[in-house]
């Protein structure tokens, strides 16, 4: 069981859905991730929460849409999708941004299927 | 932009072998460097972490070496053993010790 928790395991939504996911951790840590990963792929950095503030936006496009309500949540809300936005979205943690002592912590992640 | 690259990328051998995880990066201006463990359709674990100070980090099997100048870090796995078997991504910092660039991965087979 990994410290980072995310819900849902598996999503499938149709393009015109509207979706969110979730992503919890109770380890106190300040910074918190989203990621984005194709099979086969590395993961990608979509967002970057610094102490409930959006500190980092890779250029993600506006359907995907990052909200922090506290220090231990982060969702990412989900409209309009396309099918090349399936893939295994990934959460994580830090104690803080650029904290070179303190390694992320990942969720296992949400499995997203657009049709 | 730090490119990072990851030899070999896939690698099958049987139970008991040491092997050696190769990670190039072209930005030598980093803070650490981590290696982690992905299992398939499961998150990354972070394996060890090496400061730019440091040399090599050692975790049980696992020996991670760190040559900052050249842009090379290797991971060494001790007798291997089947439940190794997954993908390890190395992930050089940048400056400030964010570590959001991941190498495209070595896939680990190992053979009961």
């Known amino acids: 069981d990994t410290e980072v928790t995310q819900t849902p395991k598996h999503l499938v939504m149709g393009m015109t859905n509207k979706k969110s996911l979730k992503c919890e951790q109770h380890m106190g840590h300040r910074a918190m991730y989203w990621y984005k990963q194709k099979a086969k792929k590395p993961p990608e950095l979509m967002f970057v929460?610094?102490?409930?503030?959006?500190?980092i936006n890779e250029s993600v496009p506006s359907r995907f849409s990052p909200e922090c309500p506290n220090s231990s949540l982060l969702n990412l809300h989900l409209h309009a999708l396309q099918p090349e936005d399936s893939a295994l979205y990934l959460c994580?943690?830090?104690?803080?941004?650029?904290?070179?002592?303190?390694?992320?912590?990942f969720g296992d992640g949400t499995r997203l299927s657009i049709l | 932009k730090q490119e990072v690259t990851q030899i070999p990328a896939a690698l099958s051998v049987p139970e008991g072998e040491n092997l050696v995880l190769n990670c190039s990066f072209t930005d030598s201006a980093i803070y650490n460097l981590q290696w982690f463990r992905q299992d398939p359709g499961k998150g990354l674990t972070s394996l060890l972490l090496i400061q730019s100070s440091q040399r090599e980090q050692t975790s049980g099997r696992l020996n991670a070496s760190l040559d900052k100048s050249s842009g090379r870090s290797t991971l060494y796995i001790a007798a291997s053993q089947p439940g190794d078997s997954a993908t390890y991504l190395c992930s050089p910092s940048d400056n400030y010790g964010q570590n959001f660039v991941f190498g495209p991965g070595t896939r680990l087979s190992v053979l009961p």
């Open positions: 994580a943690s830090s104690q803080d941004v650029g904290n070179s002592n303190q390694p992320q912590h």
């Open positions: 929460y610094s102490y409930e503030k959006l500190s």
